[in-house]
């Protein structure tokens, strides 16, 4: 409905920025990360999204199309709602939130106030794919790039193994042991193949 709102910026806080739209001022709910990015008193442009519901019509403000994206996606997990989002997005950044996930990394997802265990998880399982095809990432930028990993795959593919297969298996076995041996890792590989 609402996806962006240009204007003066009027008041701001670390929570809510409101911003003068000739005459009308909209108040926005952001992140940390967001406030840090607005200037003092100039005339602002931010990205908004706003969420509906039965008891009340929230506008949310980003100061980038990337962080808004970010909260959108968090929102369409179950049990993560726009304000467990904002929290999300105001103890880290988009492209930390991004690596937390391509990398599944619970334990940071979790430490977020509000988030638990299953919570965590379930933010993993359900945006991972959706994070590497919207941002594009690699997922062996995500685990180091390893010329080990790169021979051991090649070897795998010799032997026969679809490198598809291959690759998730040798991804498990770098992020127990990140510095093992191209030998290790065809050997670890083949016992779980």
């Known amino acids: 409905m609402i996806t962006q709102i240009k204007g003066k910026l009027v008041e701001k806080n670390p929570t809510y920025a409101v911003v003068d739209c000739n005459g009308v001022g909209y108040l926005m709910h952001i992140s940390l990360n967001t406030y840090s990015a607005l200037p003092d008193d100039e005339s602002v442009l931010l990205y ?6 039965e008891d009340a019509h929230t506008l949310f403000g980003f100061a980038n199309k990337i962080e808004r994206e970010v909260f959108r996606l968090l929102t369409s997990v179950s049990g993560v709602g726009p304000s467990t989002a904002r929290t999300m997005l105001s103890s880290m950044t988009s492209k930390e939130i991004q690596q937390a996930i391509a990398s599944e990394d619970v334990k940071l997802i979790q430490s977020v106030k509000g ?5 965590a998880q379930r933010v993993i399982v359900d945006l991972k ?5 919207t ?6 930028s995500v685990v180091q790039n390893n010329t080990n990993k790169e021979e051991a795959l090649s070897a795998l593919e ?10 998730k298996v040798i991804g498990n076995i770098l992020k127990e042991t990140p510095d093992a041996s191209v030998e290790k890792l065809i050997k670890q590989a ?4």
Do not use: C, M, P
């Open 48 to 53: 908004t999204h706003l969420s509906v519901r």
């Open 115 to 119: 988030i638990g265990a299953k919570t």
């Open 129 to 133: 794919d959706k994070i590497l095809k």
């Open 135 to 140: 941002f594009d990432l690699d997922e062996v």
């Open 158 to 167: 010799v032997l026969g193994f679809a490198r598809k297969q291959a690759d």
């Open 190 to 193: 083949l016992k779980n193949l």
